[in-house]
């Protein structure tokens, strides 16, 4: 089994640099474009099983990619819940968000944000699962946001020590990783 996983494309939140989180936005025309280039260039690529997101963009995207799939729908996916955060301008955001987006992996969360380490956890949760599915094999397509995917890619690279948290993972890109034997690999960035 491999699993593709890629990040939603753009939103009208992302243009006006707002902390979107779990608010649920559309995909803008931008990234409806981003989305299709995406599905052009995995077009070789059959998944047999697709994994989403609860919020809109992220279904969007994976409809995009793989409009023959049904998409699971699974909460594990979902952004990180940035609490009382959520729709900040990240332009002018307060110092305790400003100190933890300086050092995600050296930084906790400011108080009623969820913890990196609850991404993570969630993250693993579902790939433990999905690992484990009788018949489940193939190419399997995961479409999520970016600390959530960040997340993803952290379980995955256990030995990265927090280096995932810092990365820029823009609209649209994806990494792969292969499971065999019952063990993920290390996930690589998809190159176009």
């Known amino acids: 089994m491999i699993i593709y996983i890629i990040r939603h494309g753009q939103t009208e939140m992302n243009i006006r640099k707002v902390l ?7 995909l803008n025309e931008a990234g409806i474009a981003q989305a299709q280039k995406a599905a052009d260039e995995l077009r070789h690529i059959t998944f047999t099983k697709v994994y989403t997101s609860p919020l809109k963009r992220a279904i969007q995207t994976a409809a ?19 609490g ?13 968000m400003l100190t933890f987006f300086s050092d995600f992996a050296h930084n906790p969360a400011p108080d009623g944000m969820e913890q990196l380490s609850s991404v993570v956890n969630r993250a693993g949760a579902f790939l433990e699962e999905i690992k484990n599915l009788e018949g489940l094999e193939g190419n399997i397509l995961i479409s999520t946001h970016a600390i ?9 690279t256990p030995g990265s020590g927090g280096a995932y948290w810092s990365k820029y993972i823009g609209n649209c890109a994806v990494y792969t990783a292969e499971c065999r034997n019952g063990r993920f690999g290390i996930p690589k960035e998809w190159k176009v």
């Open 148 to 156: 959530a995917m960040k997340g993803i890619l952290e379980y995955l």
């Open 64 to 82: 995009i990619i793989a409009p023959y799939a049904h998409a699971v729908v699974d909460e594990r996916l979902i952004e990180m819940d940035y």
């Open 84 to 96: 009382p955060y959520e729709g900040a301008d990240l332009g002018h955001l307060p110092p305790e």
């Open 20 to 26: 979107q989180g779990r608010s649920n936005y559309p």
